[in-house]
């Protein structure tokens, strides 16, 4: 799905016109179906610890094409900066100016990836070298072209660089699963997590549920989901049934008709999963509405369905998944729909808002409830996304945020499905109440 201005800018003379007039040019973001490869070569390992080494390793390991510098290499594909040891500021122009020359040699759709470690509050010298890092790697994101993208992975102290959670977030980051990240920073913080068997099929085994799945993003997480070889559940209100049993019968989902408010909404999924003798590995908490107005015009009857849709089934849900004792997998995944709008703040959005703002506490507050299961529970943030309620926006509005980011284009409900997968896979295990946004480093917020 392209919008109209981008295929006016990527025709001959709209091209002509967005150089002249200096106009955004947004580029085709590589994904998975145009670029299934899982790394794109050659792939230079900057830094000189011994973690670099081992991320070097780790990537002859994937049969890719691995440097250490850059000369001779005409066309970059990825980059990794390993800054594990990095002990003051001074030390961050050495290892990172060789990505000057560099810059210019980067493929379309290039990666670059950060690997530190996060601020302690105990070396002054050493945080601001880490912390350092942050503001590097956000800085490089928006100076990216050509649908490349830069993101980092901070890794805890006591946590190997070649722990489950930092090898999958680096195949997440370099692959072309992650288009619309970019900007970011994961955080590891702990050894758990398992590895991926099967590659091509990383959730094969695992059973996936996904609230809100008749359409818009739940639908293309469901199919994600399932290309990525889990089994699904599929639910929603019984006035999408309809929707909903077209896509059960397309992925061979099991359908469940229920309105996540309805005060049995737990006690009535409990019972439907056992009746049909099902445990969840994964459970995705998509459903989600907006009701926006100022908070001059608010009512309680856009506050409360807001607040109660976004944020209060969630709570309900999850309590009686984890209370009922038989219908959570071993290790279970949990990943709930935040948006940018929760981090930053949005006009008309106070409901919104404050609802998504309680997402994001919320995950981290269960991810230790799940621990004790060797569950985890992580949130995805997107930012402007073409689907239904983005199509509802004002015209004016919708072009505006559409190029507010620094890939000056809309994400794809796919996009947020991606980065969904990812954190239920096994590899994720040490991703515990983490936000990932999905915004094409959205201006606003951080
Ligand atoms: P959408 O309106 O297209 O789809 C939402 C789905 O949730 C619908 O199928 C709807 O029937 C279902 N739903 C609503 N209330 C429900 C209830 N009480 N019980 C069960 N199902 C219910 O929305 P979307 O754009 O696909 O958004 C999906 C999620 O992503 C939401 O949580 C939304 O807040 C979030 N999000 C979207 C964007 C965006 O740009 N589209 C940005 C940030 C966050």
């Not at 469901?222 to 699904?232: M, P, Q, S």
């Amino acid at each position: 799905m392209t919008d109209a201005y981008t295929r006016f800018i990527r025709s001959v003379p709209g091209s002509a016109l967005a150089k002249q007039l200096g106009l955004p040019r947004p580029a085709k973001l590589p994904r998975r179906d145009d670029r299934p490869e899982p790394v794109l070569g050659p792939v230079v390992v900057l830094g000189e610890s011994e973690g670099a080494d081992q991320i070097s390793q780790l990537l002859l390991t994937w049969g890719t094409d691995v440097r250490r510098r850059f000369e001779e290499v005409r066309t970059v594909g990825s980059v990794i900066v390993v800054a594990d040891e990095i002990a003051s500021p001074a030390d961050l122009g050495p290892l990172v100016l060789p990505l000057a020359g560099a810059m210019r040699s980067l493929a379309p759709g290039a990666r670059i990836v950060t690997l530190s470690r996060p601020a302690q509050g105990e070396d002054p010298a050493r945080d601001a070298a880490r912390g350092g890092v942050e503001g590097f790697l956000r800085s490089l994101a928006h100076e990216m072209r050509g649908g490349a993208t830069a993101n980092g992975i901070l890794v805890e102290d006591g946590v190997e660089l070649d722990a489950p959670g930092v090898i999958g977030a680096l195949r997440f980051f370099l692959s072309a699963r992650s288009a619309f990240v970019t900007g970011q920073l994961l955080t590891v913080s702990s050894d758990a997590g398992g590895s991926t068997e099967n590659e091509s099929l990383p959730l094969a085994g695992r059973t996936a549920l996904v609230t809100g799945a008749a359409r818009g993003i739940g639908a293309a997480i469901a199919r994600t989901l399932a290309a990525d070889g889990a089994k699904l559940v599929v639910l929603d209100v019984p006035g999408a049934g309809t929707e909903l049993a077209r896509l059960a019968n397309e992925l061979h989902a099991v359908p469940i008709q229920l309105d996540v408010t309805s005060a049995s909404a737990g006690e009535r999924l409990v019972s439907s999963l056992r009746d049909r003798r099902l445990t969840l590995d994964v459970l995705v908490l998509n459903a989600g509405i907006t009701r926006d107005k100022m908070l001059a015009n608010m009512t309680a009857d856009r506050w409360d369905p807001v607040l109660a849709v976004n944020i209060s089934s969630q709570i309900a849900l999850t309590e009686a998944l984890i209370g009922a004792g038989d219908v959570l997998g071993a290790q279970p995944r949990v990943v709930s729909l935040a948006s940018t709008s929760g981090i930053a703040g949005n006009r008309g959005q106070t409901n919104y808002a404050a609802s998504k703002a309680g997402v994001i506490t919320f995950v981290d507050a269960l991810a230790g409830k799940l621990e004790a299961l060797g569950g985890t529970a992580n949130a995805v943030a997107p930012g402007f996304i073409e689907t239904e309620m983005t199509a509802r926006m004002p015209a004016l509005t919708r072009e505006v945020a559409r190029r507010l980011n620094s890939l000056q284009q809309g994400g794809l409900p796919v996009d947020v499905a991606e980065a969904i997968s990812f954190l239920s896979t096994a590899e994720a295990g040490g991703l515990r109440g983490e936000t990932l946004r999905v915004c094409g480093q959205n201006m606003v917020g951080r």
